[in-house]
């Protein structure tokens, strides 16, 4: 549940996108990349040319001049006073007008602390000035993502299904599993995925946005496996039914004490 909460403030950090999004119309061209429509998910699709780009790791934590685990004097430094602050929880955001900055007290070895000092956790942004790692901002479209990070030849026939394979909840870019089957696959090694997450929409056709999200653990976990309770980063594009990036942002997860 801890992370749950966490999540949802990641929501909220990306709540002034919902005006942008509510403009959306309905999709009338799959733009996923290399010139392939998805129409069907039981379509067979060719596997494409090698990828020679990067996955996602905790360098890509970074927008303009802004990386994760600044404190609040270094991000002031690059981007003065914010427009609007707000404190809850042991947690702060700046506003920015269209791109927020989170903070949360972190001790010497950035774990949790009440007592601690406020370093960068997350940012986001809907603003088309604002440019992420890689060069990637608002207003780029999902070929841009994927020729930037890392994606499988095949990842186009790499569903991401329920258990009992009666749902697709969207395809896996690159890596076998996701978070929700650490406790099921008790790995030591790091953990790697990128995912086109049809936001319960049946296919890409018929959402009216979409999310391409990045996720990874480095591998230094506390106990003899990857659990939750570790250290991870996730990367999340928010993307309308024209294949166009709307909002994007990060989040460094802390580990649990």
């Not at 270094?74 to 914010?82: D, E, H, R, S, T």
Request: overall charge negative.
């Amino acid at each position: 549940m801890r992370r749950l909460g966490k999540c949802k403030a990641a929501v909220a950090l990306l709540c002034i996108t919902a005006t942008v999004f509510s403009a959306c119309g309905k999709r009338t061209e799959a733009v996923i990349t290399d010139g392939e429509d998805i129409t069907d998910t039981s379509v067979e699709y060719p596997t494409l040319e090698q990828s020679h780009a990067d996955i996602f790791t905790y360098k890509d934590l970074k927008m303009g001049n802004i990386t994760y685990l600044m404190t609040e004097s270094q991000v002031k430094a690059i981007l003065g006073k914010p427009s609007e602050e707000t404190e809850n929880n042991n947690e702060k955001i700046y506003s920015y007008n269209e791109m927020s900055v989170g903070f949360e007290k972190l001790d010497d070895n950035n774990r949790p602390d009440p007592n601690g000092v406020y370093k960068v956790i997350q940012v986001a942004s809907i603003g088309n000035d604002d440019k992420f790692s890689r060069d990637l901002r608002v207003g780029d479209t999902v070929d841009d993502i994927l020729k930037m990070y890392y994606r499988d030849a095949d990842y186009q026939n790499h569903l991401y299904m329920s258990e009992d394979k009666t749902m697709t909840y969207g395809k896996l870019l690159y890596g076998d599993f996701t978070m929700a089957e650490l406790n099921k696959v008790n790995t030591k090694d790091p953990v790697a995925y990128g995912m086109i997450n049809y936001n319960g929409y049946a296919n890409i056709e018929t959402a009216e946005s979409y999310n391409i999200e990045f996720t990874y653990f480095d591998g230094s976990y506390k106990g003899d496996r990857a659990t939750m309770d570790d250290d991870f980063a996730t990367l999340n594009f928010e993307v309308d039914n024209k294949g166009k990036i709307n909002a994007i942002s990060w989040y460094y997860y802390p580990e649990q004490k």
